[in-house]
């Protein structure tokens, strides 16, 4: 119930392209939901993140998309860079006073020239 | 923008020994995390810190964890007696306020027991 799915492992796609990253939740006491982007050698950087009470977020090039009902939510990547190229990891936090981001496995994403 | 600094970047230690992982976080930040990668994993949470106490831990901190604020500027995380299976990146992460949604990371250390 603590876990957070995610979608695939690993993902190629040629500049201008738009990958999609998966992930999947089964607590629906989860209220939060970040995406977090890791460059080698660095620690997660907060990307974007959404709360359930809307379906869409867009920051930039950047997109979530939230189905409460499904229970799922994505990370869309419009007009992908070979600089977009990193690891993402979606993440879920429960309310209620936890403090405890749970992430999903990662997707390592290369974005070709 | 401002950075939560860890130190150092890469410890070797051998097993049983006790290390210290370091970390300054952002300056004006209340809440302050350890979390941790195993390589190839995903980040695994291990402790939340708020007020000079634990607010939550995972079952992964038992009591070869520890961790501590000892002056207005450093947290520390300290492993009693290390296994190898402690072998990870350990990342230190901070957030200004109860309310705040960006928790900041650190660069990470990378602890290797051998």
């Known amino acids: 119930q603590q876990q957070v799915k995610q979608s695939p492992q690993s993902l190629i796609v040629q500049k201008g392209g738009i990958p999609i990253i998966n992930c999947a939740y089964e607590n629906t006491a989860f209220d939060y939901f970040p995406w977090y982007q890791q460059f080698p050698g660095k620690g997660p950087a907060l990307l974007i993140a959404i709360r359930p009470d809307v379906s869409e977020k867009k920051e930039g090039r950047f997109t979530i998309s939230f189905n409460k009902s499904a229970k799922q939510f994505s990370l869309h990547i419009m007009d992908s860079q070979p600089g977009d190229s990193a690891t993402y990891f979606c993440a879920a936090e429960r309310g209620g006073g936890s403090e405890k981001l749970v992430f999903g496995k990662g997707t390592k994403l290369t974005v070709n020239p | 923008e401002p950075e939560v600094t860890q130190t150092p970047s890469h410890q070797v230690t051998q097993m049983g020994q006790e290390v210290i992982l370091r970390c300054v976080p952002i300056?004006?930040?209340?809440?302050f995390y350890w979390y941790r990668q195993i390589l190839g994993q995903k980040v695994e949470f291990l402790v939340s810190f708020y007020n000079n106490e634990i607010s939550e831990k995972s079952e992964i901190f038992d009591d070869q964890f520890s961790v501590e604020r000892p002056d207005g500027s450093n947290f520390t995380l300290k492993i009693r007696s290390t296994k190898l299976e402690d072998s990870a990146m350990y990342f230190c992460?901070?957030?200004?306020?109860?309310?705040?949604?960006?928790?900041?990371f650190g660069s990470g250390t990378q602890l290797s027991v051998l």
């Open positions: 992460a901070s957030k200004a306020g109860p309310t705040s949604e960006k928790l900041f």
């Open positions: 300056s004006n930040h209340l809440y």
